[in-house]
């Protein structure tokens, strides 16, 4: 009996860290400010370091010249990562793609630019960088297993010290790409290059989600530590009762 009291609170003492994150993380998430959403516009879902909306397919059949823009209502000086989830239908055509452009703000002509192509190019990605110095370069350029994936996330980051990275979700494309800094000011979609191109997509959306700041910021952070306190907590005290039920026997 004395030894499943011992059991019960220890466990207490786990579970009650846990639940105090999982409270914090819940207010934080009631303090999201979602949009109302209308034809055109995603609807917007705001955190303290992140924020999140939906692009719809229309925006895939958008002109080069005149793309679907998202602007930050602040832009991002700090270490960010965007998370990207392709969810689009494509049309039967080897040249069916979406263009995202991550765009600093202006007059800076530098940006980020990544490519997705549907099933019948075997899904085929690209990811180029425009700057000053060096010019537009594609960077990366692959079909098949070494292309994207409509079951996995697309991330692109960027931290001043680590510099942009490009993860197909199953491969790092990009590593570590020293681009002198990147500012994200805006998010940009299109697909036909030019007024007579046919459609890319037909139905589905791109989900993005934007990460910010230190890391240490998010409650988050600190769950592998209360993790690993808990447990530990736990496992020294069950060491220590089996080790006095041995001496009292």
């Known amino acids: 009996?004395?030894?499943?009291?011992?059991?019960?609170?220890?466990?207490?003492?786990v579970i009650i860290p846990l639940m105090i994150t999982t409270v914090v993380l819940s207010a934080d998430g009631q303090n999201a400010k979602p949009s109302s959403s209308s034809q055109g516009r995603p609807q917007i879902i705001n955190t303290l370091h992140s924020i999140k909306f939906d692009i719809p397919y229309p925006a895939s059949n958008s002109i080069r010249t005149h793309p679907f823009t998202y602007t930050f209502k602040n832009p991002i000086t700090e270490s960010w990562i965007l998370n990207i989830q392709n969810n689009l239908s494509y049309a039967s055509r080897p040249d069916a793609k979406v263009v995202i452009k991550l765009q600093e703000p202006q007059p800076s002509q530098k940006f980020i630019e990544i490519a997705m192509y549907g099933s019948s190019a075997s899904y085929r990605f690209w990811a180029a960088v425009n700057e000053?110095?060096?010019?537009?370069?594609?960077?990366?350029?692959?079909?098949?297993?070494?292309?994207?994936?409509?079951?996995?996330?697309?991330?692109?980051?960027?931290?001043?010290?680590?510099?942009?990275?490009?993860?197909?979700?199953?491969?790092?494309?990009?590593?570590?790409?020293?681009?002198?800094?990147?500012?994200?000011?805006?998010?940009?979609?299109?697909?036909?290059?030019?007024?007579?191109?046919?459609?890319?997509?037909?139905?589905?959306?791109?989900?993005?989600?934007?990460?910010?700041?230190?890391?240490?910021?998010?409650?988050?952070?600190?769950?592998?530590?209360?993790?690993?306190?808990?447990?530990?907590?736990?496992?020294?005290?069950?060491?220590?009762?089996?080790?006095?039920?041995?001496?009292?026997?």
């Open 132 to 249: 000053v110095e060096s010019g537009y370069i594609r960077l990366y350029d692959k079909s098949g297993i070494d292309g994207w994936s409509p079951a996995n996330f697309i991330n692109v980051g960027y931290d001043s010290n680590q510099g942009l990275s490009i993860n197909s979700g199953v491969k790092v494309l990009v590593d570590r790409l020293s681009v002198n800094g990147f500012t994200l000011g805006s998010i940009s979609v299109y697909g036909k290059d030019d007024t007579n191109s046919p459609l890319n997509t037909y139905s589905g959306s791109l989900s993005f989600e934007t990460f910010w700041g230190k890391p240490s910021d998010s409650p988050i952070y600190y769950l592998p530590l209360v993790m690993s306190v808990g447990v530990g907590g736990l496992i020294v005290a069950l060491l220590v009762i089996k080790k006095r039920e041995k001496v009292e026997a």
């Open 1 to 13: 009996m004395k030894l499943k009291s011992l059991l019960s609170a220890l466990l207490l003492m």
